[in-house]
């Protein structure tokens, strides 16, 4: 199938070689919770036929074009009874049904193109199905939102193929017709894994204040008054030099310590997140076929290595 990304949307087309195929795939799609605005239903028909799927008709080109404006309750009806209206040479049902209502004749697979390039698709996949369309296959799309997959998976279940794996689908389906008979298709169950990103936890980083002492041991000056005394020999002073309480005045000087704080910056702190790669593995169980032969009377059967050999053979 392919996809292409519209922002988170996801867009899957598939091609079917057989109609009922291509229908009984979209009832799998909304038993499985996909709505019927997001699927889409194109198949080739002819100008002005009355088309009938389970009991119910419904008129060509006319009555198609006639009740556009209804495009929804249109693809409500086709999917629900199985009603497909005919837009020109176009059967078509869901979204893309509204881009092509208003189409007739060739230019209804024109709108085809527009719609799917307008989905994201690139031009030449979009001519792509437009000519697989012309060619008498249908064309189923899934507008999967996230659920891309899912929708894959189912899409190839019911043996839907797209532009990268044409020929290799081209080739099985030439084979079962070389060998004629019954084709038994065998299904296996698919794992696909999903990331999605999940918080596990969270860091917070933050301040806080601490109080703690210090001290700093800081030289400081003080002045002190030294008294020195000398005798004096033989020296003569006259009763005139004796004064009553004659005193000196020194003055005495010390450096006093004053404390200041001043706050300053001595470590930055950097937080961020890088991501880390690892590998985790993942696993669950799935369910696979197997064709099993079993005789009855005697018969010969050729080409399985798992049944036992005739001994007439």
């Not at 719609?115 to 507008?143: D, I, M």
């Amino acid at each position: 199938m392919t996809t292409t990304s519209a922002g988170n949307r996801s867009v899957v087309v598939g091609v079917f070689e057989d109609r009922q195929r291509a229908q009984n795939c979209v009832e799998e799609l909304r038993r499985t919770g996909f709505r019927e605005n997001q699927i889409s239903f194109l198949s080739k028909g002819q100008q002005g036929e009355i088309h009938e799927e389970g009991g119910k008709t419904l008129a060509g080109a006319g009555t198609g074009a006639a009740v556009g404006a209804g495009a929804a309750a249109l693809a409500s009806l086709g999917m629900t009874f199985g009603i497909i209206p005919v837009i020109g040479p176009v059967l078509a049902v869901g979204p893309l049904a509204a881009a092509l209502l208003s189409a007739v004749g060739g230019a209804a697979a024109g709108g085809l193109v527009g719609s799917l390039v307008g989905w994201g698709l690139p031009e030449e996949e979009a001519k792509y199905y437009e000519g697989e369309l012309h060619g008498g296959r249908t064309l189923v799309t899934v507008q999967a939102e996230g659920r891309y997959d899912e929708a894959y998976a189912i899409l190839r279940r019911f043996g839907a193929y797209d532009m990268s794996n044409r020929t290799a689908m081209q080739a099985t389906a030439g084979t079962a017709r070389t060998q004629g008979g019954t084709t038994v298709q065998v299904h296996e169950e698919e794992l696909h894994a999903h990331k999605q990103p999940v918080q596990t936890g969270e860091v917070r980083v933050h301040k806080e204040v601490i109080t703690e002492h210090k001290t700093l041991d800081v030289p400081v000056q003080r002045e002190e008054v030294v008294v020195e005394r000398h005798p004096v020999a033989g020296g003569r002073a006259s009763s005139a030099d004796i004064h009553a309480g004659e005193e000196i005045r020194i003055p005495v000087k010390e450096e006093r310590v004053h404390v200041e704080k001043t706050p300053v910056v001595t470590e930055e702190v950097s937080v961020g997140k890088r991501t880390v790669q690892e590998s985790e593995t993942v696993g669950g169980t799935v369910r696979k076929e197997k064709v099993h032969v079993e005789k009855e009377g005697d018969v010969s059967v050729r080409g399985d290595t798992n049944a036992p050999r005739n001994p007439k053979q």
